[in-house]
């Protein structure tokens, strides 16, 4: 079943060009924001894997199921040579042993060790669905961007490589993994949070012309594709923050204690000397953008999504919740000389880039004031 609840998101109009409170004139744009959940995926995969043996026809059926065909497509963004003809043996093979391919790209593994925890959740999702959405979008509205009415499309899916994940060809939706949601309600609505805000944003980047599929392009200079990839995780990551939320189970308590960890002054500090000694290797060509990745966004190693989340917190706190959401209006490199702005008027805030990051940001957004 897929329902669709409205809710009426306060976009504010604003500027990163100063920090005072809005002036009276500038009233919130109330633009229709709402989110249609969809168990189709994770439902077929568990009923595909539960089966003694599936037919090639059975398999064309669940590849037509969006969520599924999502699920296979995302594990070849990561692993390029991975993809249908893959799933299709490893599926039909799984469904005949009730073993993992060797490889295991797919991990069909973990929806058959979770099965019944995939099915509680979705029962629990299904008749909770109302105060979820409007839980959620409420979460989202302080920081949301002008995008103007979007339904935000949230597909369950079970397998693959991520927790969660969005195409950056599709800017209205995202899918959540429930395989890895370890049975806990809480940390699925996080999830949530933390995907839909990532539809928000590149909905908004398109819309101004400053969206960049950093996570793809290779066209892309490497080095933008850090400071793009800083300000989206950074940002989703403020706004889904778990230590803000109530309620408890093992994702979102292993979710609070990243934050924790990545909150202790010497890990920050260490997140911002990777930030800058990975920044100068890419621009020196010293190192590929993988490699840069797996060191910072990955989820072993998210010490960027947290450079990211204190500099969002820091302009949250100097100019305002409406600040983040302008911010997809703008290149990535504002988001940044921003923050380089804010720290050097502000001794109190005493994460700070190197001298040459702040060069090359200024190179990127125009002279910083000195």
Known sequence: MKNILSLCSALLLATLAGCAPAPAASAPVAAPLSMRFDYAGAEAILHAIERDSLSEADVDSLLRVP?????????????????????RTDVRSFARTKEAARSNPFQLYAPWREKERIRTLIATLRADEPRIVREALAQLQPYAP????MTIGVYFVAGGVSTGFAFEDDSRAFYANLARADGDYHGVIWNTVHEAYHVLQMAAQRQSGHFSAWISDDALP????????????????????????????????????RYRMNAAPEQIAAN??????????????????KTASDQGFSGDNPEFYFVGYEMAKAIERHCGARCIGALFRQPPA??????????????????????????????LAGSLDR
Do not use: C, W
């Not at 699920?71 to 040579?81: C, L």
């Not at 800058?276 to 953008?289: A, C, M, V």
């Open 67 to 87: 969520g599924v065909r999502a699920m296979v497509d995302n594990v070849t963004r990561f692993i390029p040579h991975v993809g249908v003809p893959q799933f």
């Open 146 to 149: 002008q995008t103007g009415p």
């Open 222 to 257: 490497p080095a933008e594709r850090l400071l793009a990839g800083t300000l989206l995780e950074g940002t989703a990551n403020l706004v889904a923050d778990p230590t803000r939320q109530t309620g408890s189970g093992p994702a979102i308590e292993s979710a609070r204690a």
């Open 272 to 289: 911002f000397a990777l930030f800058d000694r990975t920044l100068k290797e890419l621009r020196e060509g010293t190192i590929p953008f």
């Open 334 to 363: 504002e988001f940044f000389r921003r923050y380089i702005a804010l720290y050097r008027a502000h001794p109190e805030i005493t994460r700070r880039f190197s001298r040459e990051t702040e060069a090359y940001v200024a190179s």
